[in-house]
Each structure stands twice: as C-alpha cells, then as structure tokens.
C-alpha cells in the first residue's frame, strides 16, 4: 500500500473513527484502525466489536492495499502535523509496520494484517429510511441525558426507538430514555419508511457518537436496521452499532395523567435558582425543596455539614400550596433542555411523579419522581 492524502483530510477522518477505539484494549488489533486504500480514496475504518465507524477521504492511491495501525497513535502524529503538509503512507514489503512521512517528518509504526481485523457490517438491513439530522439530532440530544448508567439494568442503558401514534393521532418517531428515576420522550414526525419498524434500544456510546457525527454535518441521515444491529449513514461516514438484546420496559404507565396542580414558571430564573441553592450541597444529588404557594415558589436546601439556602421565584399557581422535593442535578438536566421560556409542572403529591413540559410544547415531556425532604 502507498497512498498519499492532505492532512486536513486524513485528521478529520480520524476524527471521527478513532474514539470507537477503547484506550486499552487486551485484542490488540482492536487497538488498530483498518487503512484500505483503493480507488482514489482512503478508506478508514475502526470498531470496539459492538460499534464500528467507517470513513471515505479523497487520496493519490500510487499502490492499493490495506493494512492496520494503532489508531490513537496514527491520530496523535496526524493532529500534530502542520496544517496544509501532504502524508504519504506505505506499507512495508512484509506488512509488518507502516511508514509515514510529512514534510521532513518520518514515523515508523506497527502494523498487523487486514486479515485480522473483525467486520461488523455483516447482515442484511431490512428497514431503511431517511431523515433531516437535525431532526434526529433533537431526539437524541434531548433524552440522552436520562439513559441509566446501573448496567445490571442492560436494557436502560440506551434510547428506545420506534415508530407510534402521537397525542394527535399523527405517526411519531419517538425516542424515550429513563434511568428510573426520571423520564424523557421526545416525538419527532415520522419520515417516510419509519412506519414498520421494529423497536429497538440504541446504545449509549453509539448514541454519543452519533451525535457528534451530526454535530459536524449537514447531510440527511440515512438509517438502516435489523432486530439487532442499526446503520446510520451520514456524508462519507458509516457508523454501525449492535442494538441492546433487551426489552425496554412498558413507559407509558409511569407517566402521570390528571394531575390537577398546575405550576408554571420563567425556565430560566427557575434554572438559575435551583443552580444557586444547590450551591451548599456537597453533591448535586441533594435535594431542593420546593414550597409551591399562590403566585410562588420557595427553592430551599438544607445541608447539615455546610448550611441552608433559599431563594423564591414568581410563579403562575393557583391550587392549594405543596412541599416536594427533588433532586438538583435531575432538575437542572430537564431544565436545560427545555427550549421554551415557560416551563410547566403537573403536579399531584409530594409522593407522586411529575410531569414537565417545555411550555405548550406536545413533543416533549419529561417526568420527575420526588424525593424525601
């Protein structure tokens, strides 16, 4: 293999491939990225076998041949190279390293065979659709913050995925995360194709890499799936993920309906002042109370090792007052991804979940279970 590419070229690619690769890894070709060049182009390609990030950059190919290198390694020297220099890469007579070379700059890396490396791609998809990124980049960005960490509960760790009927009747596309403890849907109209799908629960990792693939792209989505593995297609980019073998549990029975105690208050002075009481907490996950009464709310927390605090903010409320509490950092986690300048609570008991909505959003809500105080 000789190739020689533009390094702004090379480094947005790996860019974008080498944070699948794990830091340590005990399958050492795991710890590669797969160079195959053929065709006036580089293709690159790595995986930690349940994800797999493939890219496609414009390069002068003088010999075809694939072979791969330690990914991190490669991105660190690419990265450092300055901008505007050509890199040549090519391969030794036997396979075993890979040279690089950059202006007067030259590395010699390790390399183990193409032969070696595990193909995730593998298997038909038989759902395909496409989507506006930005739209898909909504449901993630808003409902990743609830996906659970507790990995003995598997089936929470990701975002489930399928097709329904809305509030109104309509075909959604809705992605719903919870950790237990709290609860995010968000509901996008379905494109063409989406009807049909199976459900299934995207994992986090691909879930974060997804979004930072569309962070840096304008390109529509293309989404291919299977009962067990999801293809999404943006640009030049293909990420590949394993879905979770999981059951996500039925979450329309935790979220409330009825509830007659309506508080409506400004999203950002509420935001602030829970971001300022929970200042004396020694963690994020103390609770702040609030004191729900006519025209009003009283944020307050209190932390025997350093002191208390309060704040009061106005507010649109007109049933009978009410002291609940929640957790800080789950509060400030919702705030923060409601676009309204309005945000509703439906209230019921202190023991009770809530419901929150961006203001007259119906897209959106999330759901809040109490805490003691």
């Known amino acids: 293999m000789r190739v020689t590419l533009?390094?702004?070229?090379?480094?947005?690619?790996?860019?974008?491939?080498?944070?699948?690769?794990?830091?340590?890894?005990?399958?050492?070709?795991?710890?590669?990225?797969?160079?195959?060049?053929?065709?006036?182009?580089?293709?690159?390609?790595?995986?930690?076998?349940?994800?797999?990030?493939?890219?496609?950059?414009?390069?002068?190919?003088?010999?075809?041949g694939a072979t791969t290198v330690p990914a991190h390694t490669l991105y660190d020297i690419v990265r450092k190279l300055p901008e505007g220099a050509q890199v040549s890469l090519s391969s030794s007579d036997d396979g075993t390293s890979v040279q690089l070379e950059a202006g007067r700059a030259k590395f010699t890396l390790q390399a183990l065979p193409e032969a070696d490396f595990p193909d995730l791609t593998a298997g038909d998809m038989d759902n395909r659709f496409t989507i506006e990124a930005g739209a898909f980049?909504?449901?993630?960005?808003?409902?990743?913050?609830?996906?659970?960490?507790?990995?003995t509960r598997y089936y929470?760790?990701?975002?489930?995925?399928?097709?329904?009927?809305?509030?109104?009747?309509?075909?959604?596309?809705?992605?719903?995360?919870?950790?237990?403890h709290r609860l995010a849907r968000v509901d996008i109209t379905a494109p063409d194709g989406a009807d049909g799908m199976p459900g299934i629960i995207i994992p986090r990792k691909a879930v974060a890499e997804i979004d930072r693939l569309i962070e840096t792209s304008d390109s529509?989505?293309?989404?291919?799936?299977?009962?067990?593995?999801?293809?999404?297609?943006?640009?030049?980019?293909?990420?590949?993920?394993?879905?979770?073998?999981?059951?996500?549990?039925?979450?329309?029975?935790?979220?409330?309906?009825?509830?007659?105690?309506?508080?409506?208050?400004?999203?950002r002075s509420f935001e602030r002042a829970v971001d300022l009481v929970s200042t004396v907490s020694s963690e994020r996950g103390r609770a702040v109370k609030l004191s729900?009464?006519?025209?009003?709310?009283?944020?307050?927390?209190n932390n025997p090792d350093s002191g208390t605090a309060s704040e009061?903010?106005?507010?649109?409320?007109?049933?009978?007052?009410?002291?609940?509490?929640?957790?800080?950092?789950?509060?400030?986690?919702?705030?923060?991804q409601l676009e309204s300048s309005e945000a509703r609570f439906e209230l019921s008991d202190p023991g009770s979940p809530t419901l929150v909505r961006d203001g007259d959003d119906a897209s959106a809500l999330y759901v809040l279970m109490p805490m003691r105080v």
């Open 6 to 64: 533009e390094r702004s070229a090379l480094v947005k690619g790996l860019t974008h491939v080498h944070r699948v690769v794990e830091r340590r890894n005990t399958i050492p070709i795991l710890s590669n990225v797969l160079l195959k060049a053929e065709n006036g182009s580089l293709g690159l390609r790595a995986t930690d076998l349940d994800l797999e990030v493939t890219e496609t950059v414009a390069a002068d190919v003088a010999q075809p």
């Open 312 to 336: 009061e903010i106005t507010a649109a409320y007109d049933a009978e007052p009410i002291d609940i509490g929640f957790n800080a950092r789950y509060l400030l986690d919702i705030a923060g």
């Open 137 to 151: 980049k909504r449901l993630i960005a808003k409902t990743q913050f609830a996906i659970s960490t507790e990995e």
């Open 292 to 301: 729900v009464g006519d025209g009003h709310v009283v944020l307050t927390v």
């Open 156 to 180: 929470l760790n990701g975002i489930f995925l399928h097709c329904t009927d809305g509030d109104d009747g309509a075909k959604v596309l809705r992605a719903v995360a919870t950790d237990g």
């Open 220 to 267: 529509p989505l293309g989404i291919e799936l299977s009962d067990s593995k999801i293809r999404f297609t943006i640009g030049a980019v293909v990420l590949t993920s394993k879905l979770i073998d999981g059951t996500f549990p039925d979450y329309t029975r935790v979220i409330p309906s009825g509830h007659d105690k309506i508080l409506q208050v400004d999203t």
